[in-house]
């Protein structure tokens, strides 16, 4: 698997079922700025504002058409079978909840701070283990992440602006500066209960 960062600002994507698992996914993808249409026999969870397009029938051969990414959260084998035969033809981006077989992508663990963003994957084999990784580094990691990227971008299109090159500057030193101005890391992050993982876990899910 090639880790890849995907902009999906205003891309089209699908998501068909609406239980706990297909609405979290929804969520997600709304969170990046896509619109999201689901389509869905029933409601099984509350619905995030911001979807474009709720369908509440069966999944139809073509109602993937122009979509750029599609999440099958059906819990129907024969279903995911007709959602895997139409993205095939068009070239999707398809995950299949709990079927590492028939996917093309899997969602990762993630931990953003602002711009700063931790992207944990296992292949499909654990999020358990995705999760428990992200829950880790997020503990390691500095609070202040999110101001530093936005200060750095600020000095980097200010060069641009002036006609300088960011090339062949002393960028490192320039990140360990300021994140220690203000850089905030768990004193206790090693000491790390099932208990506070569980915690971390639900907060940043």
């Not at 698997?1 to 902009?7: E, G, I």
């Not at 398809?94 to 899997?106: C, G, I, K, T, Y």
């Not at 931790?118 to 999760?131: D, E, K, M, R, Y």
């Not at 994140?179 to 004193?187: F, M, P, R």
């Amino acid at each position: 698997m090639f880790p890849l960062v995907v902009d999906l600002t205003g891309r089209r994507v699908v998501v068909i079922g609406a239980g706990k698992v297909g609405v979290h996914k929804a969520t997600q993808l709304l969170e990046c700025g896509a619109r999201v249409t689901m389509i869905s026999e029933e409601l099984l969870a509350r619905v995030p504002d911001g979807v474009e397009e709720l369908l509440l029938r069966p999944y139809e051969y073509g109602d993937l058409s122009g979509a750029f990414l599609v999440v099958a959260a059906t819990g129907s084998n024969s279903t995911n079978d007709e959602i895997v035969r139409e993205t095939t033809e068009r070239n999707l981006l398809l995950n299949v909840v709990d079927d590492l077989a028939r996917s093309n992508f899997f969602f990762t663990a993630v931990h953003r701070d602002g711009d700063v963003v931790v992207s944990v994957s296992t292949g499909g084999a654990s999020p358990a283990l995705a999760q428990w990784v992200r829950a880790t580094a997020a503990r390691a990691l500095p609070t202040n992440l999110a101001r530093v990227a936005r200060q750095l971008r600020d000095e980097r299109r200010a060069l641009h602006e002036r006609g300088e090159s960011t090339e062949g500057r002393p960028w490192m030193d320039r990140v360990h500066e300021l994140l220690g101005e203000s850089a905030h890391v768990d004193d206790d992050a090693s000491v790390f209960t099932r208990a506070d993982l569980t915690a971390e876990i639900q907060h940043q899910s």
